[in-house]
């Protein structure tokens, strides 16, 4: 288990997330109002949509963290709808408004989570999708969320730029996902950077090995990549992999 998983890791990954979203933000007032307007490397989606996306995360978290702390069910979203209209109506506001709403909304959800008591952490919560989990998860949640749209922003950072905790955490994550699903390949990935070794389906053994960088192998795993850039063993393409979503 990483050592960012459990509640009594919660003051960490506070801290952590605050540092991501500082990067999201230097990278967001870098970028003028036509530059929000241009496509993302996620389908269909501008920088703008996926800005505002990161935005409505915060708030849709945040739902999740009062939930928590008053035992009132406060669902994440309304509907999934109600979710893609509203980043669909966010889009197309400018640049600083954009940055404007990743400040605001990621400083509300911190301060409640600064607030929340001991015991809120433990309480169980469920988001749109998956099933439910204790409060804490909410925070590995907001990190993979902004880690993952900062590099589909196509604005300078990179998968090559997670920072190593985060790789390992998010590999050992997306490996667990993947574990029991059928449509994925049976195989051992080999981080070269760590020497590190994450089992891909567990069920059966596997003569396949597939070896690269921690952040290569799991920009691949979440569908950010080809998998060009690995290795495999025996050789062929890495190959497509089931969604896995960002949380």
């Known amino acids: 288990m990483s050592e960012s998983a459990g509640p009594h890791s919660v003051g960490l990954m506070m801290d952590r997330i605050d540092r991501s979203v500082d990067r999201v933000l230097r990278s967001a007032s870098a970028l003028s109002d036509q530059q929000v307007r241009e ?117 300078g950072y990179r998968p090559s730029d997670w920072p190593d905790w985060f790789v390992t955490d998010e590999l050992y994550r997306v490996t667990g996902a993947l574990a029991q699903n059928p449509d994925a390949p049976a195989a051992v990935l080999n981080d070269a950077l760590t020497g590190r070794q994450y089992l891909l389906r567990a069920e059966g053994t596997s003569e396949l090995a597939i070896t690269g960088s921690g952040y290569a192998l799991l920009a691949w795993l979440l569908g950010r990549s080809s998998g060009d850039d690995l290795t495999a063993d025996p050789a062929g393409p890495a190959g497509q992999l089931p969604s896995v979503p960002a949380h």
């Open 39 to 155: 496509p993302s490397l996620l389908p269909g989606w501008s920088r703008g949509h996926v800005l505002t996306h990161i935005a409505r995360n915060a708030d849709g978290l945040r739902n999740l963290l009062i939930w928590a702390r008053t035992g009132i069910q406060t669902p994440q979203y309304a509907s999934m709808e109600v979710r893609d209209k509203e980043i669909e109506l966010g889009a197309g506001r400018s640049a600083a408004d954009l940055t404007a709403d990743i400040a605001s909304s990621a400083l509300a959800f911190m301060e409640l989570a600064r607030e929340l008591p001991d015991d809120s952490w433990l309480a169980q919560v469920r988001g749109l999708r998956g099933p439910a989990h204790p409060a804490w998860f909410t925070l590995s949640r907001r990190l993979s969320e902004v880690e993952i749209h900062h590099a589909d922003l196509d604005a």
